[in-house]
């Protein structure tokens, strides 16, 4: 698989998740072993924040400049590239993040080769990578329609996405569909796909168009690479890994996950999010959740935690309680496959699964 500038030996990338699921270790791991290791850029703050100049009120990162830290973002990487050496190396930075831009130069001049972004349409993702012409840029869509407002809208920076990832509705964490369009056939991977393949030839025949959300083994893999992907990006898997930077509470959270405890819940950002339900939705439901006050900023649509008080959880805090493995408080993202997670492995033996289908 190619992206820009830079050959990756297996067609698979490992999605990016936050807080502090991928980060050094697991992408490291996965770009040694020849996969496109992904860093989340969501939450850096929290990565060993005693050892940076990182502000902290209540062990929570203060505002965006704390939240989203520099210093911090640098040293994932450079810790990352000491397991992967030259190998291509990617970050995954939302478009929703409050300062996106400014993060997104972070990762450039920490020396990130590919940046990825969803969580919004990111129409302007070319201005702050305009100093640095190597670097990669892949948006993630959903559907045919997003990828052809992106191609236009980059027409001024004389840029296409260098790859293309259709995300569909199956995976962890949040979602580019409403709640019922989730479990309509025609938003499913599979029937989004061909419009989006179509589409992309019509602004270039050689943008990689890659395959998100549920797939799980080289079957799946196998079976979009024949619909004319170039790859899948697979996320929730690389949670059962050894390497993965998840708290050891995250991954028995889904080893001892049941399918019918998979399921789609409300969100500061305003749209639907796939989890593990836990204490955590029973004391939303119940009002006993840890009051919400908006400490770290996060993500523009929640508007400085208006948008938590009324979900009744603020998505920083809860995914920052999962980081350091509280069971009880955090939020555990998920794709719809994490219960069929039954064993912690390697990430090579996890590549050789994908690749060789043992």
Not at 13 to 39: F, H, N, P, R, Y
Not at 100 to 115: M, S
Not at 202 to 231: H, R, S, T, V
Request: charged share 25%; aromatic share 8%.
């Amino acid at each position: 698989m190619r992206i820009g500038k830079y050959e990756i030996k297996h067609p698979i990338i490992q999605g990016g998740m936050g807080v502090g699921i991928s980060w050094d270790k697991l992408a490291g791991s996965v770009s040694k072993e020849g996969a496109l290791g992904v860093i989340s850029g969501v939450g850096t703050g929290y990565y060993k924040s005693e050892d940076f100049n990182i502000r902290t009120k209540k062990d929570k990162p203060v505002d965006v400049m704390n939240f989203y830290s520099k210093e911090a973002l640098t040293a994932i990487i450079n810790n990352a590239r000491k397991i992967c050496g030259d190998a291509p190396l990617a970050c995954n930075i939302l478009y929703a993040c409050n300062d996106y831009g400014r993060i997104v130069k972070d990762a450039c001049e920490a020396g990130i080769n590919i940046i990825i972004t969803g969580a919004g349409l990111p129409t302007n993702m070319p201005e702050f990578t305009k100093d640095f012409p190597d670097v990669a840029l892949v948006p993630i869509v959903s559907s045919s329609r997003a990828l052809k407002l992106i191609c236009k809208k980059w027409q001024r920076y004389n840029k296409l996405p260098d790859a293309i990832i259709v995300e569909g509705p199956k995976s962890g964490g949040h979602q580019g569909f409403t709640y019922e369009q989730c479990f309509q056939e025609e938003y499913q991977l599979e029937n989004i796909i061909a419009p989006v393949i179509e589409e992309a030839k019509k602004w270039g025949e050689d943008i990689p168009i890659i395959a998100a959300g549920g797939i799980w083994d080289k079957n799946d893999i196998d079976k979009f690479l024949a619909m004319g992907c170039a790859g899948v990006q697979m996320a929730t898997r690389f949670i059962g890994t050894f390497e993965c930077d998840a708290d050891m509470n995250m991954k028995k959270v889904l080893l001892e996950a049941k399918e019918e405890d998979i399921k789609l819940m409300k969100s500061p950002v305003g749209l639907p999010a796939r989890a593990v339900m836990t204490k955590l939705q029973t004391s939303i439901e119940d009002k006993t959740a840890p009051k919400v006050t908006c400490i770290s900023n996060c993500v523009a649509p929640c508007n400085r935690g208006t948008e938590a008080k009324i979900v009744g959880y603020c998505i920083a805090d809860r995914l920052g309680a999962a980081y350091q493995g509280d069971i009880d408080t955090g939020l555990f993202f998920t794709g719809s496959n994490g219960y069929k997670i039954d064993k912690i492995i390697s990430v090579h033996e996890l590549i050789e699964k994908l690749t060789k289908g043992e």
